[in-house]
């Protein structure tokens, strides 16, 4: 089955802490039939994973800047790329000011936590709200449930994995937030089993594919959607028309609408 473009929604790539180049993703996508992709900084490049009681310091907000931003520049070098804007507990706005695409929010149960009753945080999370940016948001059950019901209640919200790591797939469907219009779903390391229960429940239109490279290949997760035997209709939405639509909505930071089809 051919799309004339497939996005990969999900892939980690920085220079920093972590050694995942554009050099390194480039061939991958190509040998896939991958044309362009979303992505974002390694968890590594954004806070120190192993220590519970993360303490944040200059030198980390140098680096996870450097880490955005390393994106930001593969985009102006022509890269085929959208990039996202991971964000931590400086709540850095002013990045916001920058071209982004998305939005990366991300912790596992065992590291350390967002700083949700920090002020900065709500402005965060009002200013990516107005601004359309899609929040591919990871999160333990319960704080996920918080961000989305709570939080932001109007923010553009794709959940990895299938909810694979928010909780599992689910007990996020008996929670309802599935059936949610602001909430989406990529496809990586998910099981064919859960996506096509997704798209009989859902609808091919909040589906996303998503690799998680380097926790998979493009090629291995982009052959699960092919082994559903979509119809081509189907396989276009969910390997490129559904993430462009959520793109192509984000507003720019000056206040007008992304050119649709841009990157």
Known sequence: MVAARIIDSHIHCGTQHVHLPIDTIRPLLREAGITEACLFAPVEDIYDRDDFHFQDNGAWQRTRRAANRYLLDLADQGEPIFPYLFVWNDFAIDELRRPYRGIKWHRHSYEPEYHYDNPRCAAMIAEITRRRLPIVLEESFANTIRFIERLAPE????????????????????????????????????????????????????????????????????????RLNLSAGDFEQVVCANILRLLDAVVTPDGTPTPPGTD
């Open 155 to 226: 923010a553009v919200i794709i959940i990895p994995h299938l909810g694979g790591l928010n909780g599992s797939y689910q007990a996020l469907d008996q929670a309802g937030i599935w059936r949610r219009a602001n909430v989406y779903a990529d496809t990586a390391l998910a099981s064919t089993g859960e996506m096509r229960h997704f798209l009989d429940h859902y609808g091919v239109d909040k589906l996303l594919f998503g690799s998680d490279f380097p926790f998979s290949t493009p090629a291995q997760e982009l052959g699960k959607i092919r």
